[in-house]
């Protein structure tokens, strides 16, 4: 009680769950950091895990259909794992987009934003592009952002907006952003 307790050879718990008070996590410090190709560890501990279901909403002008209401995410230390589909009717130029269950991380000024900004490819069967890649899209989560966005990779260019796509349109997503 109050002290730091130290046990020899492994902790076994029979049953319940191990309890982490809120800002703590399970340090990992006492291993060695990778050291190939001029990697440096920034932090060894881990203290965040969340998995569970969120709501998909979109632009003002979507209307999301019942059987994609509802999108999962996993949240791993720093990072947000987020994976679906989504069949919606729209109206208007609207871009395309989808509310994430958390926002990512804002302000990252090393390496340039690239550590979430980094675009990710989706199936999107209903966007009216052309070219080879007329259903694969782009998605992309900017720094400090509560949506993902979509970008045509096909000869249009340019964000998906409702406009491009069919009446009742859908897209396929697997994901994974930064956050706070």
Known sequence: SGGAVTVANGLTLSDGNLAVANGHGIDFSAQTAAGLQ??????????????????????????????????FYTIIGDKCFINGFVRFTHSGTDNVKLELPVA???????????????PTITWFPSVNTSGGLAQLVAAYISSGSSHVGFFNLGTASGLVANNNCDSTAEFYYNLNYKIA
């Open 104 to 118: 990512s991380k804002g302000d990252i000024t090393s390496p340039a934003n690239g550590e979430q900004e980094s």
């Open 38 to 71: 001029s990697a440096s560890a920034t932090g060894e501990l881990f203290d965040r895990y969340e998995e569970g279901i969120f709501t998909h909403a979109g632009n003002s002008n979507m209307t999301i259909n019942s059987v994609s209401a509802r999108g």
